[in-house]
């Protein structure tokens, strides 16, 4: 008896002994904001990571979208953000000028991340005064999704690349099948119509033309770029008809996903939830070249470092283990219908294997993001609420840029 | 009626506050010691969650603040600007159109909820609980499930009246209906809370009263109109002052049902608050609006109350 009890005190010792020995693995929290279709691909990829290796466990916390910015906002007031956070590239510039970021070009060299490897553009968005303020994980931009099976009913034999080929396209789905000609959403409901900015800034865009001036101070579209980007949009759905009024952003996602839409504009977000309809037979192509050569707006998430109270090397380094791996591993977050910002991830197979994907890989070097000012938040929901009030009224194209600069203009005061 | 004991919701609570002071000062020091133990914990909560951000918001309003940044001292700026602030006219506009729709709707079927639900019988019983069960539900919820009924293409009753033969209606995106479906989904959402606050009026009310009234001949509508109007007078002014407070504070459905749309026609006041604080971090300027609503809550309230003392005293 107490022999026994003698080997079980030297076991559990010798266990203890062994615990300390080993090398504990490091904690590290995030925060990301991808719920929905998104969030199981995201959540896949941090437990493939976290089984990948055994120095590094990501602990997750998943915020409402809605309340997402609020609450990063607070939490990087107080210093008590988490290691690494998800963080759009459009949202940047309302905490990188606060010093709320730390900058990572030190620690991206030191754990030898090669940079030339990221497509440049969406690099080079997350650069403030020539520092790299956070890593893209991703590009979303602005597409055209076409239903094949309603193109082949309606006699329609080609991808529309301009204006006039959409328009007819669309026409003649809508006579022929009883489908809606183009699914856009243009009011708002629980989402705000968003789409219709993205457009107009595209549309904008194709036409060198960007939404602010350069200085970011004043509007830049009550010209003839303007009036013809407002016109094209206005008149799909007051002088064609092709765009139903009063379509909110689910009803429209909805219409094209159960098969009801010829063509639909949306972002690449939403391949995902498309692919798993069956009957749908859908195909997406980058932003057509409708006003001039192709632009299509763009937004991009990105892995940016909170400042801490105490910065700590080694939990940053081990951060910049995670954010490799992660855009390394771009092909598991492609599924979610994201463009991979690695280079290297296009000549996997397992990213050549996805359909549509390459359809649309050719967007990434076409795509813009939105102005860097601090007031885009409150720009983004006026213009929408201005564009989606000016087309719902059937206003002239002078009356609707009228309103809309002078809107945009008192934000920027 | 001078025998009437003050209602459990009797609004003269602000007027015997000096009773009461008068009472406490003659209480025994230990009893006074157990008074304030008692309500220490209730008041601490109370403090940092009602009293603090209140008198912080209120210094806020003075200063231009991002959260991130250090805060300005703007004087009176963000008041000013308010005034000039397109957004800021439209949404108040909004909000008065709210109030000026929902309040006597609310109030009215409260009191009808209430006038079934006091009887003694099972179904005032059973209509007591359906009436009450809405209310029970958060804002999310019956945003959601409103929502989701009302949605044009979708939603549940536009299938029926498409089944019916009918056309669908734009219930949340016409500019002109989307306020009056809001109306609609709250009154199911919280007359039950007016139910409440009648029904406890009305069973204070002496059953003597009705017996003579019966006895001497009247009939139920007279009954109605000259005991159970009347006699609840302080239970009214309670529930319209309560009614109107709560409409002016009106958010939840609308960003949830609407988002203020469409094109911001159902923006409210509280919401354009909101997303200046926390979605455009313009927390001064949110904080300037918030006062100017509750001083317009504090205005109409006092009002309210003032004028119907001099009447009633």
């Given at each position: 008896m107490k022999k026994n009890r003698l080997v079980l005190a030297l076991g559990l010792i010798l266990m203890a002994l062994m615990t300390v020995g080993a090398q504990k693995p490091i904690e590290i929290s995030f925060w990301s904001l991808f719920t929905g279709g998104d969030g199981e691909f995201f959540d896949a990829m941090v437990k493939a990571f976290n089984e990948s290796q055994n120095e590094i466990v990501m602990k997750t916390d998943t915020v409402k979208f809605t309340n997402y910015y609020t609450k990063l906002t607070a939490a990087l007031s107080a210093k008590n953000a988490?290691?690494?956070?998800?963080?759009?590239?459009?949202?940047?510039?309302n905490y990188v000028p606060n010093g709320v970021f730390l900058p990572l070009d030190e620690y991206v060299q030191k754990a030898k991340i090669d940079l030339s490897t990221f497509s440049p553009a969406p690099l080079n968005s997350c650069k403030f005064d020539g520092k790299l303020y956070a890593i893209p994980l991703d590009v979303h931009p602005l597409v055209m999704y076409y239903n094949k099976d309603l193109m082949a009913k309606a006699g329609v034999t080609k991808v529309p690349e301009t204006l006039s080929e959409l328009i007819s396209a669309a026409k003649a789905i809508q006579d022929k099948t009883g489908a809606i000609g183009i699914a856009l959403d243009n009011t708002t409901?629980?989402?705000?119509?968003?789409?219709?900015?993205?457009?107009?800034?595209?549309?904008?865009?194709?036409?060198?033309?960007?939404?602010?001036?350069?200085?970011?101070?004043?509007?830049?579209?009550?010209?003839?770029?303007?009036?013809?980007?407002?016109?094209?949009?206005?008149?799909?759905?007051?002088k064609y008809k092709l765009v139903p009024k009063q379509l909110d952003y689910d009803s429209s996602v909805s219409s094209f996903?159960?098969?009801?839409?010829?063509?639909?504009?949306?972002?690449?977000?939403?391949?995902?939830?498309f692919e798993s309809q069956s009957g749908l037979n859908f195909g997406v192509v980058q932003f057509p070249a409708l006003l001039g050569k192709n632009a299509g707006w763009t937004d991009s998430h990105t892995f940016a470092v909170p400042v801490q109270k105490t910065i700590d090397p080694d939990r940053i380094m081990a951060v910049m283990k995670f954010i490799d791996w992660m855009t390394q591993h771009g092909e598991m977050w492609a599924k979610a219908g994201h463009i991979p910002t690695r280079t290297t991830v296009y000549s996997k197979p397992e990213f050549k294997n996805l359909p549509h994907r390459a359809e649309y890989a050719d967007a990434a070097k076409n795509t813009f993001s939105a102005p860097a000012t601090p007031k885009w938040g409150e720009l983004y929901d006026a213009i929408s609420d201005s564009l989606e009030e000016s087309i719902a009224l059937n206003k002239d194209a002078k009356a609707a840029l009228d309103q809309l600069e002078k809107k945009v203009n008192d934000i920027l005061k | 009626m001078q025998s009437r004991k003050p209602g459990l919701y009797s609004c003269s609570a602000g007027f015997r506050f000096f009773e009461w002071r008068y009472y406490y000062m003659h209480l025994a020091a230990h009893t006074k010691r157990d008074l304030i133990l008692f309500s220490a914990p209730f008041l601490l909560v109370y403090m940092a969650f009602l009293v603090f951000p209140v008198v912080y918001g209120i210094y806020l309003s003075f200063f231009d603040w991002n959260i991130l940044s250090g805060k300005v001292f703007v004087g009176f700026r963000?008041?000013?600007?308010?005034?000039?602030?397109?957004?800021?006219?439209?949404?108040?506009?909004?909000?008065?159109?709210?109030?000026?729709?929902?309040?006597?709707?609310?109030?009215?079927?409260?009191f009808l909820m209430a006038l079934i639900s006091v009887r003694p019988t099972k179904l005032g019983k059973t209509a007591e609980s359906i009436f009450f069960l809405p209310y029970m539900f958060s804002?999310?919820?019956?945003?959601?499930?409103?929502?989701?009924?009302?949605?044009?293409?979708?939603?549940?009753?536009?299938?029926?009246?498409?089944?019916?033969?009918?056309?669908?209606?734009?219930?949340?995106?016409?500019p002109n209906i989307a306020m009056l479906s809001i109306v609609m989904a709250t009154l199911w959402w919280t007359a039950g809370f007016n139910m409440i606050l009648f029904s406890a009026g009305m069973k204070q009310i002496p059953d003597e009263i009705y017996e003579s009234a019966r006895l001497d001949g009247a009939g139920k509508f007279v009954t109605l109109t000259r005991i159970t109007i009347p006699l609840l007078k302080d239970t009214t002014l309670l529930v319209v002052i309560l009614q109107i407070i709560a409409s002016f504070k009106v958010f939840g459905q609308v960003y949830v049902m609407t988002g203020g749309g469409p094109y911001g026609t159902t923006r409210v006041l509280v919401q354009y608050v909101y997303e200046t604080g926390f979605n455009y971090f313009k927390l001064g300027y949110a904080s300037a609006m918030s006062m100017i609503l509750f001083f317009v809550i504090l205005v109409i309230s006092a009002a309210q109350l003032l004028s119907s003392k001099d009447e009633g005293q």
């Open positions: 988490p290691d690494v956070v998800v963080v759009h590239q459009s949202q940047l510039v409901a629980t989402y705000k119509a968003y789409t219709l900015t993205r457009m107009f800034m595209s549309l904008l865009m194709e036409q060198n033309t960007t939404i602010l001036d350069a200085s970011n101070k004043r509007a830049n579209f009550n010209n003839e770029a303007g009036v013809k980007a407002y016109q094209a949009l206005s008149d799909m759905v007051n996903k159960l098969g009801k839409a010829g063509f639909h504009f949306n972002g690449v977000w939403t391949v995902g939830a | 963000n008041f000013v600007q308010a005034f000039s602030d397109e957004k800021f006219k439209s949404s108040f506009f909004h909000t008065l159109q709210f109030v000026a729709l929902s309040t006597p709707i609310l109030i009215v079927v409260g804002t999310t919820v019956v945003g959601t499930l409103w929502a989701w009924l009302l949605q044009k293409n979708f939603g549940l009753v536009n299938q029926l009246l498409q089944a019916i033969g009918l056309k669908g209606v734009g219930w949340l995106t016409d």
